[in-house]
């Protein structure tokens, strides 16, 4: 998705425009961000246990999972570091 924002950027003409998507796009980067560590975070407290992430987190299990394989999140390496 944020390739696509960013094919989009290239190509405007207009400066605000450009000014405001990147603005976008930096929220949402950090937006994703924030996820990404925050379920590292619960899955290292809970030591690995998904069912418990996602209660800590107040989200459903499979959402844990989902989130896991878009951040490309590998259990094994989250429990050794």
């Not at 989902?66 to 989250?78: A, C, E, Q």
Request: some cysteine.
């Amino acid at each position: 998705m944020l390739i696509e924002n960013y094919e989009k950027l290239r190509r405007s003409s207009s400066a605000f425009l450009k000014a405001k998507m990147v603005s976008a796009l930096l929220l949402c980067e950090s937006a994703e961000n924030a996820e990404k560590k925050a379920l590292i975070d619960a899955l290292r407290q809970t030591n690995g246990n998904q069912t418990q992430a996602a209660r800590l987190l107040g989200i459903n299990r499979v959402t844990v999972w989902n989130r896991m394989k878009k951040y490309g999140i590998d259990l094994k390496k989250v429990l050794t570091t």
